[in-house]
């Protein structure tokens, strides 16, 4: 079985300043890495995703993630944030195989300060 | 336009009665997926269906119900069983072999 822990359930952010979301990640088997952002009563959209070779990932909206295998960790972070960032942003890992369902964090709220 | 749909957005029902939330796509994926989201507690698997005629349980399938009579359909029952109804419902899909998975917009279903 696998567990996603979000360390932080809610980050606040000034605008323009670099913001960093923290997700690890539990299972004895390796994984895939997703990261999700849904906004108020939405549906979740595909940030980016690690399935295997570079550890560095690049998304949308200027996001990026780094895989870390020894510290199970799969940060996501982005250089500058704007007022429209404000959002859930969930982290997902998926086991091999793919046709199962995704196991998620419990998410965490960036909050973008003016 | 490729997509997800969910009807309706908001749903109002009497406790005790079953109610049945839609989820098409015309994405022509395979695997379909229905997740439940409560406030703090990110999203959890109820049921998932690989190919049309086979559904598997997901973490918290007690209470509800689903069928896969068509490749484009994935209809999910939340019965009068399901202790605590009231959440948000989230549909997805993906192809068989893609690690990708779309979602829909949302059912926000309220039982009182």
């Known amino acids: 079985a696998q567990s996603v822990t979000q360390l932080d359930s809610q980050v606040p952010v000034f605008e323009e300043a670099p913001v960093e979301l923290r997700c690890n990640y539990s299972?004895?088997?390796?994984?895939?890495l997703f990261w999700y952002v849904q906004y108020p009563n939405q549906g979740l959209q595909l940030l980016l995703k690690y399935l295997s070779g570079s550890t560095l990932v690049k998304g949308i909206n200027g996001f990026e993630a780094e895989f870390n295998k020894s510290q199970t960790s799969f940060h996501l972070r982005k250089p500058s944030v704007h007022i429209s960032d404000t959002a859930e942003y969930f982290c997902a890992v998926l086991p091999p195989g793919g046709a199962d369902g995704l196991t998620f964090g419990k998410g965490t709220h960036l909050i973008i300060q003016p | 336009d490729g997509g997800i749909t969910q009807s309706p957005k908001y749903l109002f029902r009497k406790e005790g009665q079953n109610v049945t939330l839609s989820c098409e796509q015309n994405l022509n994926h395979d695997a379909m997926y229905w997740y439940r989201q409560d406030p703090g507690q990110g999203l959890r698997l109820i049921y998932y269906?690989?190919?049309?005629?086979?559904?598997q349980k997901g973490d918290i399938a007690e209470g509800y119900s689903v069928s896969r009579e068509k490749k484009e359909s994935f209809p999910l029952t939340v019965t009068s069983a399901q202790k605590n109804p009231t959440a948000f419902y989230l549909c997805a899909s993906s192809m068989s072999r893609s690690y990708e998975q779309y979602f829909g917009p949302g059912t926000r279903l309220t039982v009182t």
């Open positions: 269906s690989q190919i049309v005629n086979d559904f």
């Open positions: 299972s004895s088997v390796s994984v895939y």
